[in-house]
């Protein structure tokens, strides 16, 4: 249970951390009051797919660890998303190699805030100014063949691919799925696709957020793919079901025929966000995509739903040590 708290834990501090990215310029620890002060001129980001990102981020770092899994890869389709991402590589300490100004402290959390989405600083998508990034995170469909790609001639490797649910709709991911086919988890690494099934993308409903379960895990066997279903809120039964799937991949590494684990993980889209804002469905729905509250720095009412929204992780700078 010490994990699962853990886990849990780490993702409140990561989505504190990608609503602060996207919102703050001053006042990161909520010292006082939010005021318009505080607020960016211009709000820029992606926060709809970020606390899936993150759920997915700390359970497989705890199984990573947990397994002693050396040559370990996560490749992110959603890479728009970025504040999770950042928030996770700050976390670990990987923008500290690069950037000294990104200390685990009030100091380094103001740098990555005031930097996200300002000139000079960290663009909203994922970009190759973040460690390990090679392209842009704006384009949706190559992840999971990037990661097949990273495993050949890796015997050792296990890349855990994040796609998400608006991605999956693209012919380049679509086309991925065949390489399964292809390439041999025996002879290479190995491949762990996990679809962030959320429902939505930028201006409606996904198609696969529309499918039932059955009609979901008929099409994955199609494609030749053992599906697992979970809820991203679950982290016992996420830990379970990556134990159970790292067992499988033993199994596979000694030559026994099995379908490869394709991961189904359902997150509520935005989750966190305020739900209702003017009236509107905001977490749960298309419209916490990007900014769920665009008016925080001029309308009062917005202004204190990200503040309560904001305190509601309960952050701590205790939480970066």
Known sequence: METVGKIK???????YLAVAQIFLRDNFLLARSLSFGDIKPRLLGHFGTCHGISVAYANLKAWREANEVKD??????????FPALQANLFLDGELLKYYPEATLDERGVAFIARKFSAPMGFPSHASPMTPDVILEGGE???????????VLNARERVVACLIGDGEMETGSALAAM?????????????VLP?????????????????MSDKELRDLLKGFGYEPYFIDGEKTADFQEM????????QTIKRGVEQRLPFVVMKTEKGFGAPEIV???KVAGN??????PLPNAGTDESELKMLEKWLRSYKFVVEDLA
């Open 286 to 291: 298309y419209l916490s995509h990007q900014v």
């Open 242 to 249: 990556l134990r159970e799937i790292w067992r499988v991949y």
């Open 140 to 150: 949706l469909g190559y992840s999971l063949g990037t990661s097949f790609g990273a």
């Open 194 to 210: 996990i679809l962030h099934l959320n429902g939505y993308k930028i201006s409606g409903p996904t198609i696969y957020g529309r």
């Open 72 to 81: 370990f890869k996560f490749v992110l389709g959603p890479g728009h998303g």
């Open 178 to 190: 065949n390489l399964n086919k292809l390439i041999s988890p025996v002879t290479n690494g190995i």
């Open 9 to 15: 834990r780490r993702v409140a501090v990561a989505d």
């Open 278 to 280: 003017h009236g509107e």
